[in-house]
């Protein structure tokens, strides 16, 4: 669920004309799934693209154009040394206050990055589940946990629109560079919302769309007010947010009270 470099860098793709002209052959043999690709179609929550832009899947929420889910071809990336130095992962960690003792989620673990961490902190008492849609990352992640001897975290295999977490469950959900992935961002965020436990917190961390200097493609970046204008529109309101990374918000929320 999270993003290779090539989807997330300014950088080109060499496989993009080959990609191209397969989907150019697809839609002239299928007419009539082209015939629902109309201009500015609603549905439900989402509105169609008539023209989605390269980094999209062409469907949006909220006037945000959602972007690819990242393969499961790209976890060696996830694991970059660079990235301490780009993103502080550990002051990512330490700004989100976890507890021993604690259950909490890393939502699109893919190769368990920040899982292995989270684990560390909510110790041999508390729990982290770790959610991904892509079978191959969760056994990637397998891997690692069993190379670094963690044994308190559960592996779940989420779905597009669903977590699969049980309800009330949750005092903590952490989405890095994740969340603008979503294919069905509101339903997901329902799911969520209700694993939470009443005084539970969901974690937004996306690159700053704010910011030029971060060397990051558009749509995977995204700004503090269409977080918050998403956030509020599936129910939770804002808590803090923390500045302290290179790259990207920290923004803290819980369910809303009313």
Request: aromatic fraction near 6%.
């Amino acid at each position: 669920m999270k993003k290779t470099f090539q989807h997330h860098t300014q950088s080109g793709n060499d496989l993009s004309i080959l990609i191209y002209f397969a989907i150019i052959c697809l839609l002239s043999l299928s007419p009539h799934i082209q015939s629902q690709e109309s201009s500015g179609q609603t549905t439900s929550h989402y509105t169609k693209l008539a023209r989605p832009s390269r980094d999209g899947i062409g469907k949006a929420y909220q006037g945000r154009e959602i972007s690819h889910v990242m393969g499961h071809l790209g976890a060696d990336w996830l694991e970059r040394p660079e990235r301490q130095q780009e993103e502080r992962p550990d002051l990512l960690i330490q700004s989100l206050g976890i507890r021993p003792g604690q259950t909490v989620a890393d939502i699109g673990a893919g190769s368990g990055y920040f899982t292995r961490r989270m684990a560390r902190e909510v110790g041999k008492d508390g729990k982290v589940m770790a959610v991904d849609i892509q079978p191959e990352m969760l056994d990637i992640l397998k891997n690692n946990l069993k190379a670094e001897g963690i044994e308190n975290v559960e592996m779940i295999l989420g779905q597009e629109s669903s977590p699969n977490l049980p309800e009330a469950s949750l005092d903590m959900v952490l989405m890095v560079d994740v969340y603008h992935e979503f294919s069905y961002p509101h339903e997901m965020m329902t799911a969520i919302r209700k694993a939470l436990k009443p005084n539970g917190q969901v974690v937004w961390v996306e690159y700053r769309l704010e910011d030029p200097r971060v060397p990051i493609k558009l749509l995977h970046k995204m700004s503090k007010a269409q977080v918050q204008k998403e956030a509020e529109h599936q129910g939770f309101e804002w808590v803090r947010t923390y500045e302290g990374l290179p790259r990207q918000h920290v923004l803290f929320f819980k369910k809303a009270s009313n």
